[in-house]
């Protein structure tokens, strides 16, 4: 018999612990788990919750796990390895999936998979973090001050510390295109192609376009065709990114990536509690149709303490009903105001 329950995948890591304490203080009694039978025991213990040790990567095994909760909230990256056989597991058992992915082809892998999760009556909602909600609520409500906008950027500052979890992520990606929105369609571009000054709100700030998920979400939330994504980065930043675009080979060598993997596994141990809750986050877009534009600005909470309160937050609210079925982004499920579904979020427009 399906009960109410949100299972969180991944809840030993660094941000699956936050998610996981919240979804505590929320009243939702999650489920954790995992593939690592110590640290999803030793979780669920500290908290008195229930926990189910499996690989994502058994299906049969993992189809098990989930075929009684309602909702599945991923914490577990490289979402480009847990994403597709959770999905695949979801759709047999009728469960929904949520995740804090910000990977561009989990995106478009998921958004692929809309027919099946339709006829399953299952939601598909990845992005529930920081990555992508606030900017995503943003492109939304720039569409809707210009309806018939044709381009849109995005960019975002503040994002100073990174968990082991994103830093293992980056290091996969190294070496790897950047990716932009062009007439509707994903394009392969360097590394920090484009280079502007932006101003987040606080005076003008260097930024480069970065891999980011809203190349793909923003464009399945608004249908604006064309979206690029830009980040806030020190120069010294942008000079190494750039020189991953001609040194790619040897990033993406296994040598070098085991070395810079040990490397996080060592030193890498994401914002402290203070720096999550004096941190703020400021997100920037513009929305153009050739003939004018609108900008507006969000500020929210730092990343990871955002990432804490909206996942098991609209989790919730998948569980509830709230959100259609299918493929969504997370203003497709819950319009342009989502961001505002954690507190201390704050929009202005110009």
Not at 1 to 9: A, G, P, T
Not at 59 to 84: E, Q, Y
Not at 123 to 129: A, D, M, N, R, W
Not at 259 to 277: K, Y
Request: proline share 5%; glycine share 10%; net charge negative.
């Amino acid at each position: 018999m399906r009960s109410d329950r949100i299972l969180v995948y991944g809840a030993y890591g660094y941000t699956g612990r936050l998610v996981t304490e919240q979804a505590v203080a929320d009243g939702l009694d999650p489920i954790v788990a995992g593939r690592s039978a110590g640290k999803v025991e030793s979780l669920a213990a500290a908290h008195g919750l229930d926990h189910r040790v499996f690989a994502v990567d058994d299906h049969s095994v993992a189809a098990d796990a989930l075929a009684d909760v309602a909702v599945v909230l991923n914490c577990a990256g490289p979402f480009a390895r847990t994403s597709d056989p959770l999905v695949d597991a979801c759709i047999q058992t009728g469960t929904h999936y949520l995740d804090i992915t910000g990977e561009i082809e989990v995106f478009e892998a998921i958004a692929a998979r809309d027919t099946e999760a339709e006829a399953a009556g299952v939601t598909l909602l990845p992005g529930v973090g920081f990555d992508v909600v606030p900017t995503d609520s943003l492109a939304a409500h720039l569409a809707e001050r210009l309806p018939d906008a044709t381009h849109l950027e995005l960019g975002f500052q503040g994002l100073d510390e990174l968990s082991p979890g994103t830093a293992h992520t980056a290091i996969e990606s190294l070496g790897d295109s950047g990716t932009v929105r062009r007439d509707g369609e994903l394009v392969d571009v360097p590394v920090a192609h484009d280079l502007r000054t932006i101003d987040f709100g606080d005076g003008p700030t260097a930024a480069a376009t970065i891999q980011w998920g809203d190349v793909s979400t923003a464009y399945h939330t608004t249908g604006i065709p064309n979206v690029i994504v830009y980040a806030a980065q020190p120069e010294a930043t942008i000079r190494f990114v750039r020189l991953s675009n001609r040194l790619g080979w040897l990033f993406g060598s296994n040598p070098v990536q085991s070395v810079l993997h040990g490397l996080v596994d060592r030193f890498v141990d994401g914002p402290s509690e203070a720096a999550r809750r004096e941190e703020s986050m400021y997100v920037w877009g513009r929305a153009t149709n050739g003939e004018e534009s609108v900008v507006s600005r969000l500020v929210t909470p730092e990343s990871y303490l955002f990432t804490s309160h909206s996942a098991p937050h609209l989790a919730a609210r998948v569980r509830d009903g709230e959100a259609p079925v299918g493929f969504q982004t997370p203003a497709s499920a819950f319009g342009p105001d989502v961001a505002f579904d954690v507190n201390g979020v704050e929009r202005t427009d110009e």
